[in-house]
């Protein structure tokens, strides 16, 4: 059976909680010491898969294109307007021979190469899905409608990153089941089909940029490395 891996890089999101209004340029093109985000992102993975395909914002597909170089250079497709249908668009236009597929967000430019390797190795020995998670540091209270609040235990409780990884096949099946829904992440969906979500350890550094103090983070750890 064919071994091959690929990428999925969903970077179709406007970015509306990094730069409220009308975000220009979208998310994964704004850049930090002269690289774009998604330039990072695609350099975390490109080496560890046989594949990459990036989604982008539909009227950004030719900028994504040149940022990323027109060769031997990942494929650049158009998005949709959830992640979920981002996500199932660059699945659509993978080639035939991947049986692994990974999505790591292009949000996450910092992944370090060893969670991405271990999320391929659980992959390879058999898991069906896997993500990589980190422990919850904050104490967290759910609130209720009549206005109090109670404790939740956070020992049982992980934060969830990406790549998540997938037998192609289980991750296909879950988003032509899926359309139209809207979980927020792929290893949501695959559980709708009753697969089991394998885990392996995530990494601070695989933190999401999604407001100002993130990209500005991101900034400090690119330009200190
Ligand atoms: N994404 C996508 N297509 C969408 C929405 C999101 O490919 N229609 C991607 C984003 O580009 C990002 C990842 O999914 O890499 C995680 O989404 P998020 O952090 O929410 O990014 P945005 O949707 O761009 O940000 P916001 O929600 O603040 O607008
Ligand atoms: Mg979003």
Redesign the pocket.
């Known amino acids: 059976m064919s071994q091959a891996t690929a990428a999925v890089i969903?970077?179709?999101?406007?970015?509306?909680?990094?730069a409220a209004g009308a975000p220009e340029p979208?998310?994964?093109l704004r850049s930090v010491a002269g690289r774009a985000l998604l330039e990072l992102s695609v350099d975390a993975l490109a080496p560890l898969v046989d594949e990459v395909i990036v989604?982008a914002p539909p009227n950004f597909v030719d900028p994504v294109q040149g940022v990323l170089g027109n060769a031997a250079g990942p494929r650049v497709v158009a998005?949709?307007?959830?992640?979920q249908?981002?996500v199932r668009l660059g699945l659509a236009a993978l080639g035939p021979a991947a049986a692994y597929v990974v999505v790591h967000?292009?949000?996450r430019p910092l992944v370090p190469p060893d969670l991405v390797q271990r999320v391929l190795d659980a992959l390879l020995a058999g898991a069906e899905a896997v993500v990589p998670v980190l422990p919850v540091t904050d104490s967290l209270r759910r609130r209720r409608p009549d206005g109090d609040s109670e404790p939740v235990d956070r020992e049982s409780l992980v934060a969830v990153q990406t790549p998540q990884g997938f037998r192609r096949e289980v991750l296909e099946r879950a988003h032509s089941a899926a359309a139209g829904h809207g979980a927020t992440d792929d290893a949501s969906l695959v559980q709708s089909l009753g697969v089991r979500v394998a885990t392996v350890d995530g990494s601070p550094l695989a933190f999401?940029v999604?407001t100002r103090l993130d990209l500005l983070l991101v900034e400090a750890l690119v330009t200190t490395r």
Do not use: H, I, Q, Y
């Not at 969903?10 to 990094?18: H, Q, Y």
């Open positions: 969903p970077a179709a999101g406007a970015g509306v909680r990094l979208p998310k994964a989604v998005g949709g307007s959830t992640r249908e981002s967000d292009a949000a999401k999604t």
